[in-house]
């Protein structure tokens, strides 16, 4: 009886654990994409002239870095499913046993 | 003109393929898990499309590439606003959503609330985005099919509203999801072929193509402007609506719902996300394109606001069939629009508002689908009816109403609901009605309804006390609306609310496979 609930217990930790462990990774990449995002709109706002510098014939910086931003946020959402997928995914399992 | 028959094949061909799909949906569609999510049988990969072909508006391609035609690079802005609310949907918000919810967001606001008061306020809320986007939508459409095929507005768009109503009537979402998933494939193709066609004038190298735009244009076209976007917290303020927005569309987050679990909605976003952000780039190649092969002049005299860039440079670099297949595409990335827009707000006023507070959450099986359908056909009656009212009115202002709601009324209540013990109904409801009205009068007292709609110069209004020089609400109504939902909570306790955290997590870890905390209220 008492091994049983001492178990439950320490199940239910390491589910806490594991909510708590997805919700920093969750809002990492959340405080990144936004750190991207408004980084690049508050050039847009406050510093047009920089971002509308020729680096070569063709290119300016604004042309550069804007599908920069759209490759980042492909790129955050891979990472994310990535570890969901191999680290996250795995240890929800071992829990539910 | 020739181009038009072609068109109108293409177009036909479409239609009949989607009525098959929705005729073989139909025998399917038995109940209001088959109505409302098809039976959560919809793979991640078709699900990923279909969110692309959700998200994806007639205004992604037309109004983008022309925006882009006309002022250069500030098009883009929209690009990448649409795009980066989808990393905020998967880590924040859609594994919590499915484990969490049935049909709609509100399942997932109310878990721990009381059930009647959240879901009537979230009601309010999803009704005012679904109904203020597809006002936009529809009269979008009727005036480009007016300037593609030469049918009458008003014809237009009740055909438009017909056929949205056909699908969603009897196919429900699994005809909604294979109409999606097709128009996503057809315009994905379309985009595709057209950024190729442009490329091979330019060597394959999108810098010649920048390079020559430059050229023609002078390099202002390269540079961020202030035609599309002007003031500097205007800005910043449409950033954060498009992001959060986004994050908050009751027609996307419907879609978690589709899929077997949870990790299939994470992976579907995944694939969205690339798709959406890829027809993206192609759209600022395509407007590049029209800037160079077109030319925006000849763009301005085609009428239609500059949305007919894409499709004149389908006929310039492919001929009369392209255009003609470009044109049936934006046809059909209408319908598919407005079919899911209509689903989603049938499932709020089915599943929210009757099953859950008319009916206390003891409807049964055929009530609700015939409740279902009494809503579909009466939200497809009001879309037609308003679309053909606000006929030549400047309704550009809507869809971004529309993120704007969703980002001050949605967000909020559904991030704090799914993160903070403390949270409390009353704060819930507060914090939905607050962000909604506060969206409504600020955009009202703004120069979007005041000047450009009402037609009174800026001189007239600027200097009046009530006068919001914003035209963009978010960086107001988001905060206050967070706020509100914070003080609320402080000042009120409910202890139900308080029990049930634990339960929420740990449902929102595993799923609907644990047991179901007895409906109250």
């Known amino acids: 009886m008492d091994a049983r609930s001492d178990t439950a217990t320490r199940a239910r930790g390491e589910a806490r654990a594991l909510a708590r462990q997805r919700l920093w990774i969750a809002l990492g990449l959340s405080g990144a994409m ?29 042309i550069l870095l804007g599908p920069l931003v759209i490759v980042s946020s492909f790129l955050l959402c891979l990472v994310y499913v990535l570890w969901a997928n191999r680290v996250f995914d795995p240890a929800l399992r071992d829990l539910d046993r | 003109m020739g181009s038009n028959a072609i068109s109108i094949g293409f177009f036909f061909a479409f239609m009949a393929l989607t009525l098959l799909i929705t005729y073989w949906a139909a025998r ?29 508006s007639a205004g992604a391609l037309l109004g983008i590439a022309g925006i882009v ?30 484990n969490v919810g049935r049909f709609t967001f509100a399942d997932v606001v109310a878990y721990r ?40 507005y008003a014809w237009s768009v009740v055909l438009v509203g017909s056929v949205m109503l056909v699908y969603v009537l009897f196919g429900g979402m699994l005809a909604t999801t294979w109409v999606q998933v097709v128009k996503a494939a057809l315009l994905m193709a379309g985009g595709v072929l057209l950024a190729f066609l442009v490329l091979t004038h330019f060597d394959m190298n999108p810098l010649k193509l920048f ?26 303020s449409l ?34 996300t690339g798709l959406i952000g890829f027809f993206h780039l192609m759209v600022f190649i395509i407007g590049f394109g029209a800037m160079v092969l077109v030319g925006p002049e000849a763009v301005t005299k085609a009428g239609g606001g500059g949305n007919m860039a894409a499709p004149l440079l389908a006929l310039a670099v492919g001929g009369n069939a392209f255009f003609g297949f470009i044109c049936a595409v934006a046809f059909a990335t209408m319908l598919a629009v407005v079919a899911g827009l209509t689903l989603s ?84 409801v507060a914090s939905i009605l607050v962000g909604t009205l506060s969206s409504l009068l600020l955009i009202v007292l703004s120069p979007t309804i005041q000047v450009d709609v009402l037609g009174k110069t800026l001189a007239q209004v600027e200097n009046a006390w009530w006068f919001v020089s914003l035209r963009n609400p978010a960086i107001i109504c988001m905060p206050l609306s967070f706020w509100v939902a914070i003080v609320v909570s402080l000042l009120t306790t409910e202890t139900n609310a308080d029990a049930t955290f ?20």
Not at chain 1, 39 to 62: E, N, R
Not at chain 2, 255 to 270: C, P, Q
Not at chain 2, 348 to 363: E, I, K, Q, S
Request: charged share 15%; aromatic share 10%.
């Open chain 1, 34 to 62: 936004i750190v991207i995002y408004f980084t690049f709109m508050a050039l847009f706002a406050f510093d047009k002239p920089l971002l509308g510098q020729l680096l070569a014939p063709g290119l300016s910086l604004c």
């Open chain 2, 28 to 56: 399917r569609t038995r109940t209001t898990e088959h109505f409302f999510a098809a039976g959560g049988e919809v793979t991640p990969w078709q699900n990923g499309w279909a969110l692309a072909g959700d998200f994806l």
């Open chain 2, 69 to 98: 035609t006309s002022n250069g690079f500030d098009g883009m802005i929209y690009s990448i606003g649409w795009l980066v609310g989808w990393p905020i949907i998967l880590f924040l918000i859609v594994e919590p959503l499915r």
């Open chain 2, 113 to 152: 609330l009381r059930q009647r008061p959240v879901r009537v306020a979230a009601a309010v809320g999803t009704l005012a985005v679904i109904l203020f986007y597809l006002i936009a939508q529809m009269v979008a459409t009727g005036s480009l099919i007016k300037l593609l095929f030469g049918l009458s």
């Open chain 2, 211 to 236: 390079a020559a735009a430059s050229q023609k244009y002078g390099a202002k076209v390269l540079q961020p402007g202030s035609r599309v976007v002007s003031g500097q917290w205007d800005a910043v």
């Open chain 2, 239 to 272: 950033g954060l609506g498009l992001m959060f927005g986004t994050a908050a569309m009751p027609h996307v987050l419907m879609r978690a719902y589709t899929v077997r679990d949870a990790k299939a909605a994470r992976l579907s976003i995944l694939y969205a």
């Open chain 2, 345 to 428: 707000g049938v499932a709020t006023l089915c599943h929210d508002v009757w099953t859950n507070v008319v009916r206390n959450g003891t409807a049964s099986e055929a009530e609700q689908l015939k409740v279902a359908r009494i809503a579909t056909v009466l939200i497809s009656v009001l879309a037609v009816v308003l679309g053909v009212a606000f006929e030549g009115q400047n309704v550009a202002f809507m869809a971004g109403l529309a993120f704007s709601v969703a980002c001050a009324a949605n967000f909020p209540s559904l991030v704090l609901a799914i993160t903070w013990r403390r949270f409390t109904t009353s704060a819930a």
């Open chain 2, 502 to 521: 634990a339960a929420l997590q740990e449902r929102i870890l595993f799923g609907r496979a644990q047991p179901v905390p007895v409906p109250r209220d």
